[in-house]
């Protein structure tokens, strides 16, 4: 007969194997990702704010690189650009406010790939997002909106890629036809535009074909970024020609000398008297 104290030992000892195999197998899948989802030790996202001036006043947003980095990169390509200067806010409703960049209808010709965080959602007012694109299946790449309210319908929908910092009571003023009078980037952004060097030159010529085809000004030029991530250096300049120097002028000439007067001729003495002569 099998002792009890045996049995309940080994059966034990069982059931501590087992566990041990099953935490291997835990271990062994649920590592890789979690080595994927950490991010890279030392790095950390830029700290970009963009100021946006318009007809109603100033908000400012702040870019979520972290969750967002292709829609901010865009965004600020975008701005460097030029591409919402003295452009509009053409669509007003009771739960945003949106502008196209240069038209309401212009499209800047690509779309970006949307991106989603569970820390961004449309849970309160000021939320900063991207249109979609006609399809649905992607970004809008120049049309964004900031909400003035609620909207959890949109949530995993439309990708938020920043959120407003100050000036709320400025987006909720803004009406329909308000300009935008400039954005600016507050903040170094090239760590970001380095990031994604190629997708930046694949914008900007997708962007610059359009502007041309719908016959609108050309925006600004900013200096391309190698793949490297390096500026171009700039071109040296030609030095400036030597400037001759003045002619000499010819001094005055030289007065002659007068002529030195001839010394009077020199009086010969009266001979002396030879010694030893006889006295008168």
Partial sequence: MMNPT???????????????????????????????????????????????DTARGTFRITLRVAEAPISCANFVNLVQRGAYDRSAFHDWTRVLRQSGGPGQSFDPGYTIRREFSAKLMFDGPGMVAMQKSPDGQRAHGIQFFVTVKEQSRWNLDIPIFGTVASGQAVVDALAKGDAITQIVIEGDPAPLLKRFANEVVEWNTALDAATSQAHL?????????????????????????????????????VA?????????????????????SPRP
């Fill in 217 to 253: 000004p050309a925006l600004r030029t900013v200096p391309s970024t190698s793949a490297d991530g390096a500026a171009p250096a700039a071109p040296i300049a030609p030095l400036a020609p030597l400037t001759p120097s003045a002619p000499l002028v010819p001094s005055a000439p």
């Fill in 256 to 276: 002659p000398s007068p002529p030195v007067a001839p010394s009077a001729p020199v009086v010969p003495s009266a001979p002396s008297a030879p010694a030893g």
């Fill in 6 to 52: 045996r049995s309940i030992r080994n059966h034990r000892h069982v059931l501590a194997t087992v566990a041990l195999a099953l935490a291997c197998i835990v271990a062994f899948v649920a590592g890789p990702q979690a080595t994927t989802a950490a991010p890279p030790t030392g790095a950390s996202a830029p700290a970009l704010t963009a100021r946006v």
